[in-house]
């Protein structure tokens, strides 16, 4: 009996490492860390832009009464480019980052209107307008933004941008009392900000795809005058020297641009 209960309390010394074996293999395993969003990235965007301005063609011709030429104009395109920049993950939800991008949009758009008189009467024969060309634009950027999980990130932006603006603007009278063409056209590189917000996601701890929504302010203001040729009809009086030119002046306001767009970029 006494060999019989060695031999069993022998038998269960040799199965204990065994069974601690067992148990340290179904332990369940720590959690894997989360992705930083710390470095640096590279990638490509594209999305759409509404552009809005205004501008002012303002006839100085021998009849004050001819109106100014003045309004509101526009248009949508679809624009696209690149980025590149780098983030910092700290505080630990926190991310801050600096971002440069460029982005081609050539958006064009004007307003031509008749000429008229204060009356609110047509002027015969006059025509005015107006207009402006955005080629491209390009910004200098912070970013800050909160993980609202580890891997999705709502972030604002803001910083510094630049535009490739061409300037137009005509006026023409032919009419029986005179003839007159004017035109103007200038192509400036334009300062102003940016501003916007979007949501950011990362995946395989390198992609992030984003969608945001940017705002730039480009430009004061741009003025132009354009003196030329003025040729009265024939058989037409002047109350003193008949005039041989005259100046029509341009004045294009500020250009702004709202654009949506989604963003994939590449973190090493």
Known sequence: MRF???IVA????????????DLAVKAPLAPAPADSWTGFYVGGNVGGAWTNTSGTVT???????????TGSFGTSVAVGGFQEGVNWQFAPNWVVGFEGDWSFINASQNISQGLIRASSA?????????GEKLEWV???RNRLGYLITPNLLLFGTGGLALGKIDYSGATSINNLVATYNSSVASSHISGGWVAGAGLEWMWGGHWLLRGEYLYYH????ETATSPNPYTLGAGILCLGPCPTSATTG???NSLNVNELRVALSYKF
């Open 4 to 6: 019989r209960i060695g």
């Open 10 to 21: 022998i038998s269960a010394l040799i199965a204990l490492p065994a069974m601690a074996a």
């Open 59 to 69: 006839p100085i011709i021998e009849d004050p009464a001819i109106q100014p030429v």
């Open 122 to 130: 047509p002027y015969p024969g006059g025509l005015g307008s107006i």
């Open 138 to 140: 390009a910004s200098v």
């Open 218 to 221: 480009l430009s004061n203001g």
């Open 250 to 252: 341009y004045l294009w």
